[in-house]
């Protein structure tokens, strides 16, 4: 295998990585930029890389799959072979806060590996040697993200949360957790509210993200919709999310970020 390094046209703008774990959770981006710009698709490491436009920003889209690894593998190979300039994430996740309702819409503005524990060599959480527990998000990207989403939840949250009998979405910000599991238990939601009483979402990507964004110099952002509340009932809450709402919910926020006419 050889290395791949994708050149860019000169003086044009390093792209924005987009990322997801599964197809629903991009929503139609890929179909948007192809609506807009001819789209290069590029394999790489088990995954393909969509190369084109949104809103006339330079992009790249692709999914992770599911899990810190696949996500770490992903975006590295996005700063590495695609030069991007920044990571945005979207994608659905277990609420856990105690405000944090189905239907939700979480910024992070922090991540934490709730599954990562080399005590007693180095405290809970934090990556060893790095000396990192808690990676932040870029807050102008953050903010931007959030911007969308307030938008979004106000223009249209209320009918598509409809769709499934929920409440209108509100918007939160803060931490993110993030481990190699699918938090299906009250219990298991207790104890991570004990370990980590600010976390408002549990997923298995971002603080992976975040991470070598961190090592790296690399700005990002993770906006996640609650699909489920990490408890029984979440295997199938996830489920029904993801089939009916997850994509519509990641097109609506993402059409904004880009400032596309809605
Ligand atoms: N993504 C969506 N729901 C989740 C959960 N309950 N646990 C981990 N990741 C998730």
Same mark, same amino acid.
Do not use: N, W
């Given at each position: 295998?050889?290395?791949?390094?994708?050149?860019?046209?000169?003086?044009?703008?390093?792209?924005?990585?987009?990322?997801?774990?599964?197809?629903?959770?991009?929503?139609?981006?890929?179909?948007?930029?192809?609506?807009?710009?001819?789209?290069?698709?590029?394999?790489?490491?088990?995954?393909?890389?969509?190369?084109?436009?949104?809103?006339?920003?330079?992009?790249?889209?692709?999914?992770?799959?599911?899990?810190?690894?696949?996500?770490?593998?992903?975006?590295?190979?996005?700063?590495?072979?695609?030069?991007?300039?920044?990571?945005?994430?979207?994608?659905?996740?277990?609420?856990?806060?105690?405000?944090?309702?189905?239907?939700?819409?979480?910024?992070?503005?922090?991540?934490?590996?709730?599954? %990562?524990?080399?005590?007693? %060599?180095?405290?809970?959480?934090?990556?060893?040697?790095?000396?990192?527990?808690?990676?932040?998000?870029?807050?102008? %990207?953050?903010?931007?993200?959030?911007?969308?989403?307030?938008?979004?939840?106000?223009?249209?949250?209320?009918?598509?949360?409809?769709?499934?009998?929920?409440?209108?979405?509100?918007?939160?910000?803060?931490?993110?957790?993030?481990?190699?599991?699918?938090?299906?238990?009250?219990?298991?939601?207790?104890? %991570?509210?004990?370990?980590?009483?600010?976390?408002?979402?549990?997923?298995?990507?971002?603080?992976?993200?975040?991470?070598?964004?961190?090592?790296?110099?690399?700005?990002?952002?993770?906006?996640?919709?609650?699909?489920?509340?990490?408890?029984?009932?979440?295997?199938?809450?996830?489920?029904?999310?993801?089939?009916?709402?997850?994509?519509?919910?990641?097109?609506?926020?993402?059409?904004?970020?880009?400032?596309?006419?809605?």
């Amino acid at each position: 295998m050889s290395a791949l390094h994708i050149e860019h046209a000169a003086g044009a703008r390093r792209p924005l990585g987009v990322m997801a774990a599964l197809p629903q959770e991009l929503g139609d981006l890929i179909d948007a930029m192809r609506a807009e710009s001819a789209v290069r698709a590029v394999s790489h490491g088990s995954r393909d890389y969509h190369v084109g436009t949104m809103c006339g920003t330079p992009c790249v889209a692709t999914l992770a799959r599911i899990g810190k690894v696949a996500a770490a593998a992903t975006v590295s190979a996005l700063i590495h072979a695609f030069d991007v300039e920044a990571v945005l994430f979207t994608g659905v996740a277990g609420g856990v806060g105690e405000t944090v309702r189905v239907g939700d819409v979480v910024v992070a503005d922090s991540f934490v590996q709730h599954d %990562l524990d080399a005590s007693p %060599l180095f405290p809970r959480f934090e990556v060893p040697l790095l000396g990192v527990s808690r990676f932040a998000a870029d807050p102008a %990207l953050s903010a931007r993200l959030a911007d969308a989403c307030e938008r979004f939840v106000t223009e249209e949250g209320a009918v598509l949360a409809a769709r499934l009998g929920i409440e209108p979405p509100r918007v939160h910000r803060g931490l993110i957790i993030s481990g190699d599991q699918f938090v299906a238990g009250a219990a298991d939601v207790e104890l %991570l509210r004990a370990a980590l009483p600010d976390a408002l979402a549990v997923e298995m990507e971002g603080a992976a993200i975040a991470q070598v964004c961190h090592e790296y110099g690399v700005p990002c952002a993770v906006v996640r919709t609650v699909s489920d509340t990490a408890d029984a009932e979440a295997p199938e809450s996830f489920a029904t999310f993801l089939t009916e709402l997850a994509g519509s919910y990641s097109s609506a926020i993402l059409r904004r970020f880009f400032g596309a006419e809605v």
